[in-house]
């Protein structure tokens, strides 16, 4: 059986993002972590790869050592549908803090609250609350 895991490639701040993600979602841990030591090729103490849980969804990144010319971008985003509208709230407050609105939180023909944002490290999510079954 496969194992599929959305991947993230940071470039310096990976360990920041993996705690600011983890602050969010209950649930949520460092599977493993490697860091760069001394010798590199990446900074010292930067992330190698490590994974990561989110609410037991794992997810893996990096530290790359090269500077790219692309980053995140919102045609891939990662959808949340949260329980409450309080849930919702939080953390669009926190997740759009430092980042970019791209979709207002407000009530939508597809979501009665909804938001989505690209977060301070440019990766795009979407909140939406749980539709009533």
């Not at 460092?30 to 997810?59: C, D, W």
């Not at 971008?73 to 990662?78: F, I, N, Q, V, Y």
């Not at 609250?113 to 539709?131: A, E, H, P, T």
Request: proline share 4%; glycine share 6%; with cysteine.
């Amino acid at each position: 059986m496969a194992d599929i895991k959305p991947f993230f490639m940071f470039e310096g701040n990976a360990e920041e993002a993996m705690n600011f993600y983890m602050s969010l979602f209950k649930n949520s841990k460092i599977v493993s972590i490697s860091r760069y030591g001394s010798e590199g090729p990446g900074k010292e103490g930067t992330v190698v790869q490590a994974v990561f849980s989110l609410n037991g969804q794992e997810f893996m990144c990096i530290d790359s050592y090269v500077n790219h010319a692309f980053t995140f971008t919102p045609s891939l985003s990662l959808f949340v549908t949260l329980d409450s509208e309080e849930e919702v709230d939080e953390a669009f407050a926190k997740l759009s803090e430092n980042g970019k609105v791209l979709m207002p939180l407000d009530a939508y023909p597809f979501s009665k609250r909804y938001g989505w944002i690209n977060d301070q490290f440019g990766v795009s999510w979407q909140l939406s609350l749980r539709m009533e079954s």
